[in-house]
């Protein structure tokens, strides 16, 4: 054999010796692994905060308004089957004479078949006329002696009512005078205004009624007075 095909035998065997090495190398390297997360297990379920969260839920009865009787009472039937009660509206109380009729329809309109739900007030259940006291809230929220008082159908009324409810009640109520919507408006003027509040108008309208009446008394007695007089001096003439 050559010297030269002896060198080109031992060069392929260096080469096939080489391409081994490399394949048994790559084969038994190391290849890192990403490390497996461990399983997540979800929380026991704690009771103390079921029942925390059962207490935080809004008190309250669901019932369907039957009739309506007046701005702030009305029949309504409880769930399930249940009786028919007859329900007066915390935290308002009827316009008056003046604007009643009008107040009920107001009411019908938006009471009458809808679902509301009724809240116990702070204090007793009923009044002296069986009926139950109730915060009325409207089926999608929103409590009705607001909505009634920014009407202008009924008036702020705090007996029975919770005292935190009042301030919205009010500021309702004081909004419908200022635009003179229902009772606050013509003919009525504010009419059988509360007790408590009456308007600087009324008051004004009152004094201004005491005067014509005082003058009007006083015309009548000096007229009579002069009657008198000339029936006295016609006496004599005759004599």
Known sequence: MSRAALARLLLGVAVAVCAAAAVVTLTTAHVPTAPVAAPVTAPAPDPAAALTGLAAAPPGERAVVARVVDAVTFDARLPDGGPVVRVRALGVQPPGACYGEQATAFASRVLARRAVTLVAGPGRAADRFDRRLATVTLDGGGDYAVLAAEAGIARAYAADAAPEAMPAVRAAQDRARLAERGVWGAPCRGAEAARDTP??????????????????RTTASTAAGSGAARGGAAGVDGS
């Open 199 to 216: 308007s600087a108008g009324s008051t004004a309208r009152s004094s201004t009624a005491t005067s014509s009446t005082a003058t009007s």
